[in-house]
């Protein structure tokens, strides 16, 4: 009965990530916030329709992998490279205000100086994903402020997972020292440069190949062979799987297939993407959550306020005329995937505790919640 | 470190697959038989790359589900119905000759009734995929001997569907009574009747709302949730899992946006179905192939001389004008993914040991693999 259960658990977890998600969705949320929503509701927490196992959390492993791909497939490596001062500004300005913020939030309140730091590089990463669709649902993708915080989002995103490796890196040695930081980030930098260097050499070789085949399906299956073989390889060297998966995403977004590709990725992040959410949401004890103990809701909030003040410091690195600075440091709030990602290295590897995690879930929905309706306002008046 | 090994078993198992699959294709033959190849090949047998878990073990059942989910969604229901008395004479002949010789030759090399049933009725199920696509690539799919094969193929499938489960189900009791018989054919066509009917009352509605909805990607999730939800459903009442997957195709079949639904299952079946026949080749063990020991070699060569037999006299059940008869016959004769789902279960119970499931994937892949130079032979000199 094992397989009857495994599958009723399924129909479970899509059916509440899916009306979670279309409820947010008609309230002119992002569909992710109610996916986050129905793991809480379905998982231990409240409802307990839906138990952690091994497989579910494989299953949500493979869809983060197909996530990141998917959004790598979407980044152009050009534009990341050509970005040019302006993002690259708010970029470093992104990631430093928020690091400097909450580390030091996080040592006032406290923590050792390693949790600080991994509080801090939590705040650090724009998510490119929900950045783009608010901004694209507000048909405003064209728009100069859009353009500038796509640019440095999308930096952002890379910089938060080279700062991931890294904080993985320190979290797993246990030890502090600049020498391990270079190290993980020489690392880091080899392995996507080499990565992307001889994927962008060989890969239109071996698609050409691929072209070739006469077997059904071979385009989908090589593109993902080759997202999961990069995301193999940077677990094996010491780095995130997603981070292997987002560099094959970029390699195979400047081939000639990238938009069958794209096409074909489609219905399979649709399937295991939510599965990975749900059970992020399903990771939150509500218990942490009570106000009336020592619980996480005061640096729940302080984590909030530094994080959205942070990010909007970045929006005065603005120096362009005719680019607004507020719609550039909203549109640089929200988290995403990449700091719910970071939560669970840290609850994986002892770094934070339950609360911590219950106040980095917090900061992430509440960061995310709230710039939807935000951007809508800064738009509706400019 | 098990995510990272899990992640390049499965790089290993796509790459032999479409590898293998690919060579088959230029050869003239089926992909799936280099599929089964490459299982054989990386599986503990020969090279002993990947090795079985119970991880890569879901995979290969959800691929499994999502196969006979997307022949369902591929099988016209009225066709099914309608398929007038000459496809359903064919089918009969075809489910009786196969089951009787098959039954007679295990009794005669000493097997106990409960195995003789067992190897009858693993004779007995036409593999529609296989038949479909040879005459597809023949160019043979209008052609009136295609169509009365193609019709009683789709009836075997479903008859052989059902035999599964009564075999199913008798191999967990390990009663041989009529009374088990009855009820597990009741029970299965009652499931399939009442799924069916309250599918086709109903399904329309609800993808009418599925088609409001706003969320990214909800056709899909919603179309492979209805299939695993009917799945686990199937399992619940002790029915397999592909019965359920396949009922929910045929469903689904007959609603307004299946051509949506089945170009979007195509990429997730082009990654999870070869999983599982990589698993199924897996399962070999060569040791019972050797032909001078007491090995299978023997007895698999004569179960593949009767599954070929069997369905060749399904042939003559041709009294149509117009129709010719090798066609027929010759189209009935590959067994496909039915009969290694059945030699999966038999080995799965104990009802065969390793030497008889050798015998019997041997006979798959041999009566898969004669049909299409045999076919392409009849088309050209008729």
């Given at each position: 009965?094992?397989?009857?259960?495994?599958?009723?658990?399924?129909?479970?977890?899509?059916l509440a990530?899916?009306?979670?998600?279309?409820?947010?969705?008609?309230?002119?949320?992002?569909?992710v916030?109610?996916?986050?929503?129905?793991?809480?509701?379905?998982?231990?927490?409240?409802?307990?329709?839906?138990?952690?196992?091994?497989?579910?959390?494989?299953?949500?492993?493979?869809?983060?992998?197909?996530?990141?791909?998917?959004?790598?497939?979407?980044?152009?490596?050009?534009?990341l490279?050509?970005?040019?001062?302006?993002?690259?500004?708010?970029?470093?300005?992104?990631?430093?205000?928020?690091?400097?913020?909450?580390?030091?939030l996080?040592?006032?309140?406290?923590?050792?100086?390693?949790?600080?730091?991994?509080?801090?590089?939590?705040?650090?990463?724009?998510?490119?994903?929900?950045?783009?669709r608010?901004?694209?649902?507000?048909g405003?993708?064209?728009?100069?402020?859009?353009?500038?915080?796509?640019?440095?989002a999308?930096?952002?995103?890379?910089?938060?997972l080279?700062?991931?490796?890294?904080?993985?890196?320190?979290?797993?040695?246990?030890v502090?020292?600049?020498?391990t930081?270079?190290?993980?980030?020489?690392?880091?930098?080899?392995?996507?440069?080499?990565?992307?260097a001889?994927?962008?050499?060989?890969?239109?070789?071996?698609?050409?190949?691929?072209?070739?085949?006469?077997?059904?399906?071979?385009?989908?299956v090589?593109a993902?062979?080759?997202?999961?073989?990069?995301?193999?390889?940077?677990?094996?060297?010491?780095?995130?799987?997603?981070?292997?998966?987002?560099?094959?995403?970029?390699?195979?977004?400047?081939?000639?297939?990238?938009?069958?590709?794209?096409?074909?990725?489609?219905?399979?992040a649709?399937?295991?993407?939510?599965?990975?959410?749900?059970?992020?949401?399903?990771?939150?004890?509500?218990?942490?959550?009570?106000?009336?103990?020592?619980?996480?809701?005061?640096?729940?909030?302080?984590?909030?306020?530094?994080?959205?003040?942070?990010k909007?410091?970045?929006?005065?690195?603005?120096?362009?005329?005719?680019?607004?600075?507020?719609?550039?440091?909203?549109g640089?709030?929200?988290?995403?995937?990449?700091?719910?990602?970071?939560?669970?290295?840290?609850l994986?590897?002892r770094v934070?505790?339950?609360?911590?995690?219950?106040?980095?879930?917090?900061?992430?929905?509440?960061?995310?919640?709230?710039?939807?309706?935000?951007?809508?306002?800064?738009?509706?008046?400019?």
């Amino acid at each position: 009965m094992r397989l009857g259960e495994l599958l009723l658990g399924l129909v479970i977890v899509w059916l509440a990530a899916k009306l979670a998600g279309e409820a947010m969705e008609r309230v002119g949320q992002t569909a992710v916030l109610g996916e986050l929503l129905a793991g809480v509701i379905v998982g231990p927490a409240v409802l307990g329709l839906v138990r952690e196992s091994e497989i579910l959390q494989v299953l949500a492993e493979i869809g983060v992998i197909i996530l990141l791909f998917e959004i790598g497939l979407e980044s152009d490596l050009s534009e990341l490279l050509r970005a040019g001062l302006q993002s690259t500004v708010v970029a470093l300005g992104g990631i430093a205000c928020p690091f400097a913020l909450g580390y030091a939030l996080a040592v006032f309140w406290g923590k050792p100086a390693l949790v600080a730091v991994f509080i801090g590089a939590t705040l650090t990463a724009t998510s490119v994903g929900i950045t783009a669709r608010v901004l694209s649902d507000l048909g405003r993708l064209q728009d100069a402020a859009a353009r500038v915080v796509l640019g440095a989002a999308i930096l952002d995103d890379v910089l938060g997972l080279v700062i991931l490796a890294v904080v993985t890196g320190l979290v797993q040695t246990g030890v502090f020292s600049l020498a391990t930081v270079a190290l993980i980030l020489a690392k880091a930098l080899v392995f996507l440069v080499l990565a992307v260097a001889l994927g962008i050499r060989f890969a239109p070789t071996l698609l050409v190949w691929v072209g070739r085949m006469r077997a059904r399906g071979s385009l989908i299956v090589y593109a993902v062979l080759f997202c999961v073989l990069l995301a193999a390889l940077s677990e094996r060297i010491g780095l995130a799987a997603i981070i292997g998966a987002f560099a094959a995403g970029l390699i195979l977004a400047r081939t000639e297939p990238r938009a069958h590709i794209e096409e074909q990725i489609k219905p399979v992040a649709d399937l295991f993407v939510p599965v990975f959410f749900v059970t992020v949401g399903m990771k939150v004890d509500p218990a942490a959550l009570n106000p009336f103990g020592e619980g996480a809701l005061g640096f729940a909030l302080a984590l909030t306020a530094v994080a959205v003040l942070g990010k909007l410091a970045a929006g005065l690195g603005v120096y362009r005329r005719g680019v607004r600075r507020w719609p550039v440091g909203v549109g640089m709030i929200p988290r995403g995937e990449v700091g719910l990602i970071f939560a669970g290295v840290g609850l994986a590897n002892r770094v934070i505790d339950q609360t911590l995690y219950a106040a980095v879930i917090i900061m992430v929905m509440a960061s995310t919640f709230i710039v939807p309706p935000w951007l809508k306002a800064l738009y509706r008046r400019p």
